[in-house]
């Protein structure tokens, strides 16, 4: 079973997976391996690499140069920002070969802005909404809703949906209110 004929692999791109979700698309110089699953209408910029064993959900936009290794999953509606990096290791040696039974998974959960030039160290969960500041690097799990920025990473306030920050109230101008829940913020009904 092939690719779906609305999928779009540029020329240049090095597209070795047939699991593409319908109407996504992979620009020029983009290398993703066998083994990758991609979903749809996703976009996957020049340079990006999606190695085999990586998972992107639906709608997620891979910027430029962006690095996503096996055992990452990125659910659906996540922008990853240009130069963000991945890893899937904890304590890599050249001299001391472990392989993917010391790789450790990383989730980003649905609707997570990264910034460019963010890098996410393997074995954490970023929460649903959450927003990672530009040039962050994230050691440790982040909340639903939590705006995180800093090397390491610290929260320094609440995300709504919509990307604005949330005021103390967690009433977004947008109309969306939030309360404090176990795991970050939840939405009010």
């Not at 620009?27 to 992107?56: K, M, P, S």
């Not at 904890?90 to 030039?117: C, E, H, M, S, Y």
Request: with cysteine.
């Amino acid at each position: 079973m092939g690719r779906d004929p609305s999928v779009f692999v540029h020329e240049r791109a090095l597209c070795e997976s047939d699991d593409i979700g319908p109407r996504t698309r992979i620009w020029a110089f983009a290398h993703v391996l066998a083994g990758a699953r991609i979903g749809a209408d996703c976009n996957v910029c020049d340079h990006a690499y999606v190695e085999g064993g990586a998972v992107l959900g639906d709608s997620v936009t891979v910027k430029n140069s962006v690095l996503v290794w096996d055992g990452v999953t990125v659910e659906d509606e996540v922008f990853l920002g240009p130069n963000v990096v991945f890893t899937n290791h904890p304590r890599p040696r050249v001299a001391f070969k472990r392989g993917p039974a010391a790789w450790q998974p990383t989730l980003v959960r649905r609707g997570t802005t990264i910034g460019a030039n963010a890098t996410v160290v393997c074995g954490i969960t970023i929460g649903r909404w959450a927003m990672v500041g530009a040039g962050t690097v994230v050691t440790g799990d982040v909340p639903d809703h939590a705006l995180v920025v800093g090397n390491p990473a610290r929260q320094v306030g609440w995300a709504c949906e919509c990307g604005q920050t949330l005021p103390e109230s967690l009433e977004c101008s947008c109309g969306r209110r939030y309360r404090r829940s176990e795991g970050g913020l939840a939405r009010q009904s």
